[in-house]
């Protein structure tokens, strides 16, 4: 079993940061992804960005490049997520997540565990 325990969320103005935390413990996959997604009231959950343990590859959707930060700590096996030039239309629960094995990062198929969530709010 993997824990997964995100924090960091809030309410901001737009153009604000925020930063998001994923504290990963219990049987940790040291091959696959770490990701963050997020999902919007009446929307399917979407990619935002992933990175691998080992390497430290990552991966952005467009709507976050240039904004939005995705690194890792693997002493802590904490993974974070640096939200800048944030826009009303990020507003959204994110969610962490751990996959298995490498590949198909931006696809929720390729996670077995997720965390329970944390709010951002973006004001206008």
């Known amino acids: 079993q993997v824990q997964l325990v995100e924090s960091g969320g809030g309410l901001v103005q737009a153009g604000g940061s925020l930063r998001l935390s994923c504290a990963a413990s219990?049987?940790?996959?040291?091959?696959?992804?770490m990701g963050w997604f997020r999902q919007a009231p009446g929307k399917e959950r979407e990619f935002v960005a992933a990175?691998?343990?080992?390497?430290?590859?990552?991966y952005d959707a467009d709507s976050v490049k240039g904004r939005f930060t995705i690194s890792r700590d693997n002493a802590k096996n904490t993974v974070y997520l640096q939200m800048n030039s944030l826009k009303p239309e990020d507003t959204a629960i994110y969610y962490c997540?751990?996959?298995?094995?490498?590949?198909?990062?931006?696809?929720?198929?390729?996670?077995?565990?997720w965390g329970q969530g944390t709010q951002v709010t973006v004001s206008s």
């Open positions: 997540a751990a996959g298995p094995t490498y590949g198909n990062a931006d696809l929720p198929r390729a996670y077995n565990y």
């Open positions: 219990g049987r940790t996959f040291s091959t696959g992804p």
């Open positions: 990175i691998y343990w080992s390497g430290g590859n990552t």
